[in-house]
């Protein structure tokens, strides 16, 4: 059986909380996503440029539809300041309905 995915959360993260707070409202006026929940001072681990990395980012988790996924991908990208940010997508198997209807209805 194969389930038709209609909803997307995409995961991105900046490294301060004024870049995430001004691409986040770009792209929900710019109707990308409909919703973006930033989570400050988030610890990232990671190897860059073969060297062990700490750095403190924001999470920012913003909501769309699987249509507009692709086009908020490509604008975040536009408006990141990283070399290579973090950007991904995965499905919204379930979800209370009203909700659901309100990110379409404001795409």
Excluded at 36 to 47: K, P, T
Aim: a negative charge.
């Amino acid at each position: 059986m194969e389930i038709e995915i209609e909803y997307v959360t995409v995961y991105t993260t900046f490294p301060s909380i004024v870049e995430a707070k001004e691409t986040a409202k770009i792209l929900v006026t710019e109707k990308l996503a409909a919703c973006a929940n930033l989570i400050d001072q988030m610890e990232s681990i990671y190897v860059w440029n073969e060297q062990l990395e700490e750095s403190t980012e924001v999470v920012c988790l913003l909501k769309t539809t699987m249509e507009k996924s692709e086009p908020l991908m490509q604008r975040i990208r536009e408006l990141h300041s990283y070399e290579t940010p973090c950007i991904v997508g995965w499905p919204i198997l379930k979800g209370y309905p009203n909700y659901l209807d309100w990110i379409r209805k404001s795409l």
